[in-house]
């Protein structure tokens, strides 16, 4: 809308001057409102974003720490059965246990090996054993000498006598065949091993990653900023984590500031499941509001150039007043000026409100949504028809996911479908995959340049992983969660219709849930017609 020019007969100098004063002040000011609404919004964002974060990444970590204890509870559960099928056959033949302990000492990679005693506490099984070796007085050898019903043991930090690292031990009891106790087996993990785990996750220049045990005992932490050796083996002196940990919650988010090095840190500490372990992800206020300060400075930046354009404007004006023809010229350009403006403003506003319509998020599971999928598909398919590069698509499907959602309900559903794509999104590792949420159930795996044995083995690696965590499916009759895959690549040529991999991989994917779901079909080079039946 134009501004009316005010004649000089009808407006006096003084009182259009005290307008315009009037006009710049409220203008700017409504202008510094919206910049603090907008300011406001924008960290509150930052801060839910950082608490998704911080769960995600502690759900990372505690999945494999669980995953490596849990092997060594597997080997330590087979060596026990072991001693106790031989002691019940007459006696432990020193040979055939010791190669049955080398054995699952050769399926461990995460502990440093697997060793037994004897009920004296004599290490007499295992590799670089002596019997001058005696655990007696270790923590976890009395406890599961006093308690038949102990069964994994970890005991508490301690540095090693060879190695002078600290360490854990994991053990368990053996028995005679009345249940007497005839020795443990025990395998040590080092701290260090923890640290470089957590030293892969990224959590900002001023974040912090920690394990500790129930008793709030540090075992380990990364970055260790206090020095040699860390604070690993004292307890952890903060009123908000014991407060949580005495709720015994397996999750909970929280903000503290740290006596130790004075930064406000957001936390989530997660129970590592089925043992008295906890790991902490720290996010620090600092790294998660950098990018929300850029954003301030620059739209304080923006509203502050945008008053002084408009004081500037202002005093134009008046200027003009004091020479009549020069300011009718000058209101008039400033008119339009302040209509291109508003025009500008109205159309960045609805570039603003496209955006928002335009996420590419799918809500449920946070990885990208259908619309993302579409227009990267498109993308990529152009991209390999000019490079000749293959394009790979896997369509995954959660096997009987209707009767999963019906027996547990739409919660366990929706929970079942985010950890189906977080396992999935953590194997998209090269910058060109795409992992989305195809539809329902379906999710999609989109790798360019890859061959069709390399996608082949990475599929069966996805559905492999998914069986391990073995979510419980009652209605299945796998007993657990499962996937079925469809797998199509191609080099596309131009004519090949842009649907095409699309087309294979759901035929592929339809084959394997005849052949019986939980597995993986590859697709044959051209599209075929099928029969399509419901899940």
Same mark, same amino acid.
């Given at each position: ?6 004649? *000089? ?7 259009? /001057? ?19 609404? +907008? ?43 072991? %001693? ?21 000492? &050769? ?6 090996? /697997? ?17 001058? $070796? ?12 006093? @308690?038949?019903? %102990? ?15 600290? =360490? ?19 395998? $040590? ?122 004081? +500037? ?37 609805? $570039? ?14 946070? !990885? ?48 079942? *479908? ?12 090269? $910058? ?11 999710? =999609? ?19 492999? &992983? ?18 079925? =895959?469809? !797998? ?10 842009? @649907? *095409? ?33 419901? @899940?």
């Amino acid at each position: 809308m134009r501004l009316k020019t005010p004649s *000089l007969t009808s407006l006096q100098r003084e009182s259009f /001057v005290l307008r315009m004063v009037a006009g710049v002040i409220v203008v700017s000011l409504l202008v510094g409102l919206m910049v603090v609404v +907008v300011l406001v919004q924008s960290y509150r964002l930052h801060q839910e974003q950082a608490v998704v974060t911080a769960e995600n990444l502690s759900w990372v970590l505690e999945q494999n720490i669980t995953g490596s204890v849990n092997l060594i509870n597997q080997a330590h559960l087979a060596v026990s059965d072991e %001693a106790t099928r031989q002691l019940a056959a007459g006696g432990i033949d020193f040979a055939s246990f010791n190669a049955f302990i080398l054995r699952q000492d &050769a399926r461990l990679t995460n502990a440093d090996g /697997v060793h037994a005693t004897n009920a004296a506490g004599q290490t007499l099984y295992g590799t670089r054993v002596s019997p001058t $070796s005696n655990v007696v007085g270790r923590d976890y050898f009395n406890r599961l000498r006093d @308690d038949p019903n %102990a069964g994994l043991v970890m005991s508490k930090p301690l540095v090693g006598r060879i190695s002078g690292k600290w =360490a854990v031990v994991f053990a368990r009891r053996l028995n005679h065949p009345d249940g007497g106790f005839a020795g443990v087996v025990f395998s $040590s993990v080092n701290l260090e091993s923890f640290a470089k785990l957590f030293s892969a996750i990224n959590v900002g220049p001023h974040g912090v990653v920690s394990l500790f045990d129930g008793d709030a005992t540090l075992l380990a932490r990364y970055p260790d900023s206090s020095g040699p050796g860390g604070g690993v083996g004292k307890k952890i002196n903060s009123p908000k984590l014991l407060e949580r940990l005495g709720s015994n919650e397996l999750l909970s988010t929280y903000r503290v500031h740290s006596g130790v090095d004075g930064i406000d840190r957001i936390f989530s500490n997660r129970k590592v499941t089925g043992h008295p372990l906890y790991v902490a992800v720290g996010l620090a206020q600092e790294d998660i509001l950098a990018g929300w300060w850029t954003d301030a400075l620059t739209l304080i930046g923006v509203w502050g150039l945008f008053t002084l354009l408009l004081s +500037v404007v202002a005093v134009l004006l008046v200027k003009g007043w004091r020479h009549r023809l020069a300011a009718l010229k000058t209101m008039e350009e400033n008119a339009e000026l302040e209509a291109k403006v508003a025009d500008r403003t109205r159309d960045l506003e609805e $570039s603003n409100r496209k955006l928002s319509a335009l996420s590419a998020t799918d809500g449920l599971t946070g !990885i990208a949504n259908r619309r993302r999928f579409d227009e990267t598909y498109a993308h990529e398919w152009n991209r390999a028809v000019r490079t000749g590069q293959p394009l790979a698509l896997v369509l995954f499907d959660v096997d009987l996911f209707k009767n999963y959602n019906d027996h547990y309900g739409h919660l366990k559903g929706d929970d079942c *479908l985010r950890k189906v794509a977080q396992l999935l999104n953590g194997h998209a590792r090269r $910058s060109g995959d795409l992992v989305a949420r195809y539809g329902g159930e379906e999710f =999609a795996f989109m790798a360019p340049a890859m061959d069709s044995s390399s996608i082949l083995a990475l599929t069966e690696t996805i559905r492999k &992983a998914l069986e391990a965590l073995e979510m419980p499916h009652d209605m299945s009759p796998l007993g657990r969660v499962t996937v079925s =895959a469809g !797998i199509a690549v191609r080099v596309p040529v131009i004519g090949d219709a842009p @649907d *095409l991999l699309v087309t294979l991989a759901d035929q592929a994917l339809y084959q394997a849930k005849r052949d019986g779901r939980n597995r993986s079909v590859l697709a044959e080079e051209t599209p075929v017609r099928v029969e399509v039946t419901a @899940d």
